[in-house]
């Protein structure tokens, strides 16, 4: 099983739409987890990190569930400018280095 | 402005030319690293460092070094580079455990 899984896409939303991705992880003790975004060719950006609570950025929300091992992604009121992938990330627990380990991303098209 | 420079952003090179890929971050980071990501595969760790004069092989490994000789900079090389090092290559840092990689640019290698 891989560490981090994510389902490739594409997923194809029209605007306005409300779409959710989820990844899910194999480490029960994994630290820390983010959501990046990366452009065509560009390099991964820094969208949010997760919280044990959850949290909110615009229409952004980031949740976690330890018990089922998965991080998710909505997006509200999706916009063409949305359109990129979306690569989740957990950070493995402490002890020496704290391997940071990519998913290999979920596409997002927003359709006009 | 906080940032990771890598250069180049392309090159072409031949069958065992050796050649480096440089990357400086101006942020104080500790942590910094070295991605390829190709088709499918996503983003695989090539070395990481967690100090200046402390490196560690990451998931693919074979046929790269690095060096981390100053807080700064982490340079990647290819002494003999072959056509698999065809790839798209991230330079990364971060300030600790718990943070997420800010990255560089990319480099876009072709070895023909």
């Known amino acids: 099983r891989k560490e981090v899984e994510q389902d490739p896409g594409p997923f194809n939303v029209p605007e306005g739409a409300t779409v959710a991705f989820n990844c899910t992880y194999s480490?029960?003790?994994?630290?820390?987890f983010f959501w990046y975004r990366q452009d065509c060719r560009k390099e991964p950006k820094l969208l949010m990190s997760?919280?044990?609570s959850g949290n909110e950025d615009g229409r952004f929300t980031a949740q976690l569930n330890r018990a089922s091992q998965y991080i998710s992604l909505l997006i509200r009121d999706s916009k063409l400018s949305d359109s990129a992938t979306y690569l989740c990330?957990?950070?493995?627990?402490?002890?020496?280095?704290?391997?940071?380990?990519f998913g290999t991303g979920t596409k997002l098209q927003v359709i006009p | 402005e906080a940032q990771v420079t890598q250069n180049p952003r392309y090159l072409i090179t031949v069958t065992g030319k050796k050649l480096t890929v440089t990357c400086s971050q101006n942020?104080?980071?500790?942590?910094m690293s070295w991605y390829r990501q190709d088709p499918g595969l996503g983003l695989r760790q090539i070395y990481y460092?967690?100090?200046?004069?402390?490196?560690d092989k990451g998931d693919v490994p074979e046929g790269y070094k690095v060096s981390r000789k100053e807080k700064r900079n982490f340079p990647l090389i290819l002494e003999s580079p072959s056509p698999n090092q065809t790839s798209l290559y991230f330079c990364?840092?971060?300030?600790?455990?718990?943070?997420?990689?800010?990255f560089g640019s990319g480099t876009r290698l072709t070895v023909v």
């Open positions: 480490n029960s003790a994994s630290q820390s």
């Open positions: 460092s967690m100090n200046v004069e402390v490196t």
């Open positions: 990364a840092s971060r300030t600790g455990s718990n943070y997420g990689y800010t």
């Open positions: 942020m104080n980071h500790e942590y």
């Open positions: 990330v957990v950070i493995k627990p402490p002890g020496g280095y704290q391997k940071v380990t």
């Open positions: 997760v919280y044990s």
